[in-house]
């Protein structure tokens, strides 16, 4: 049967035609991107060819004739991708504020020119790193916008010298957040890490709790370990509540992040992930802070999540606020959250092997 097609002329002149303009687009486009296209994921992105993280945001420039009918389009038309980042002297509040003239107070923003499809709380824990913040909102604020959403910026600031906690400091940031506003997204974020692509869209997945910072430069652009959850994730206001929220019983670094995926498991949701060509993200270099030493409890209370979880979380979280502001480029909830239980012996920080 093949036999006799291959002897018509017009279907053996197809049959080149088309090999043909395969080798080509092969040639072009390389077969990656080929796959890409027909399986719908997205282009392998080029990270030696990097844009401005400041281009295109004079398309927000107020068109005093216009008027918002539309919600903006799902993909935004006017990202860029790989985005050029460097670490030299931090920028100014001055000079992150003349940038971003359309960021209102307690660093809010909504496109003008259309409604905001998506509605994103950015919360970050914080203390002691003015910088690594000066230096996360000079390139957040850019992106969040080019991405076109109806955003806000909350940082958490835990007051004192008490040990770190922040897995709490992200509760509270929830609990304010949503005084604030509603929001279909909240974006839990460390202050030292700086997204690398604006394709990695700040919105969620509304059935699963989803990852975002999958590629970190500290561990050469890949998952530490399959069940990694730190850096940067997004909830949805219902998956946060569906999970208690997170743990306020982790003081110091270590171990948090890791009961968090492990309540997504035992609430019965999973994990989404950010993929590794998108989810990239550098690290601000920075040594250890103080007061955040390593948690040696991390060890017990994580053997104990399954126990503890429905019973440590959003409905046992308690803190005195201390004050709110709506600062140029951000909400600062300043907190006392209490004090560290004493650390354990050595002996029983060994007893979780
Ligand atoms: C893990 C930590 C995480 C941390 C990652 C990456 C623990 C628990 C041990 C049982 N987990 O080892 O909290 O985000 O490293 O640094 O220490």
């Not at 919360?123 to 109806?150: G, V």
């Not at 998952?223 to 994730?233: I, K, M, Q, R």
């Not at 046992?316 to 560290?340: P, W």
């Amino acid at each position: 049967m093949l036999l006799a097609r291959i002897e018509k002329p017009y279907f053996l002149l197809c049959l080149v035609f088309s090999q043909l303009m395969f080798v080509l687009l092969f040639y072009r486009r390389g077969a990656s991107s080929i796959f890409q296209g027909i399986f719908g994921s997205n282009p392998a992105w080029d990270y030696s060819r990097t844009h401005d993280v400041y281009t295109n945001l004079s398309f927000f420039t107020p068109d005093p004739e216009a008027v918002r009918t539309l919600y903006c389009p799902v993909r935004s038309p006017i990202l860029v991708g790989p985005l050029s980042i460097t670490f030299g002297r931090t920028p100014s509040l001055k000079k992150i504020q003349l940038r971003n003239r359309y960021v209102k107070p307690g660093g809010y923003f909504s496109p003008k020119h259309c409604y905001g499809r998506y509605r994103t709380a950015v919360i970050i824990p914080h203390r002691n790193r003015e910088s690594h913040l000066q230096t996360l909102l000079y390139y957040l604020h850019p992106l969040l916008q080019r991405q076109q959403l109806h955003y806000a910026i909350f940082v958490v600031h835990q007051a004192g010298n008490a040990t770190f906690n922040r897995a709490k400091l992200l509760n509270i940031g929830v609990r304010e957040a949503l005084r604030y506003d509603t929001w279909d997204c909240l974006i839990l974020h460390d202050v030292d890490l700086v997204p690398e692509n604006d394709y990695n869209l700040y919105v969620c997945d509304t059935s699963r709790p989803k990852h975002m910072s999958s590629a970190m430069d500290k561990f050469q652009y890949s998952l530490p370990y399959w069940a990694y959850f730190g850096g940067v994730s997004a909830v949805t206001p219902d998956q946060f509540m569906k999970i208690n929220g997170f743990p306020n019983t982790y003081w110091g670094w270590g171990g948090e992040d890791d009961d968090i995926a492990d309540r997504i498991r035992l609430s019965g949701l999973s994990i989404t992930r950010t993929p590794l060509s998108l989810g990239r993200y550098k690290m601000i270099p920075h040594d250890r802070d103080n007061g955040n030493e390593e948690n040696l409890h991390r060890y017990n209370l994580l053997k104990n999540t399954r126990k503890t979880w429905k019973e440590d979380g959003m409905n046992s979280l308690h803190f005195t606020l201390l004050s709110r502001e709506q600062t140029a480029l951000y909400t600062n909830i300043t907190v006392d959250i209490g004090e560290a239980p004493p650390a354990p012996t050595e002996d029983s920080r060994w007893k979780f092997f």
